[in-house]
């Protein structure tokens, strides 16, 4: 069993034991099982599939952060986290349209690189709240 706890700058949003855990990090997609090897790692914007101890699979649209595994014990340090079912979807939605109006002027004002982060959130919680 792993020990599960996701922390937002808000403090501890869900703390719980769960079989698994499946997220992205700068290195690409991976899963967490009981006995993994300890890792410390980025994570950047995915969904995260925690699988529980009861069986049930819980979806959250995860921003940027970092993550640490030992001894079956999971921190997730999230700059902010969704449940499938908190996702508004017609702000999601807004959100990418802004984000990809700031990407298409392309002017000097611009900060491309959070332009595209705030892409990729957006698109992120659209994909797990559809």
């Known amino acids: ?3 599960l706890k996701v922390v937002t700058p ?3 949003y869900t703390d719980l ?3 698994s855990v499946h997220l992205k990090s700068s290195e690409g997609e991976f899963t ?3 006995h993994h090897m300890p890792i410390i790692t980025d994570v950047v914007p995915c969904r995260l599939v925690v699988k529980t101890d009861g069986g049930d699979t819980l ?3 995860m921003s940027t952060g970092f993550m640490q595994f030992a001894d079956d014990k999971m921190l997730i340090l999230a700059d902010a986290i969704e449940g499938k079912g908190e996702i508004d979807l017609e702000r999601a939605q807004a ?3 802004r984000a990809r109006e700031r990407l298409e002027k392309k002017d000097s004002h ?3 690189k959070r332009a595209e982060l705030s892409l990729q959130r957006a698109i992120n919680r659209i994909h797990v709240g559809s």
Do not use: S
């Open 95 to 97: 959100a990418y349209k």
């Open 110 to 112: 611009t900060n491309m």
């Open 17 to 19: 034991d769960c079989q």
């Open 1 to 3: 069993m792993i020990e």
């Open 32 to 34: 967490i099982l009981p």
């Open 59 to 61: 979806e959250y649209a």
């Open 10 to 12: 808000r403090g501890v």
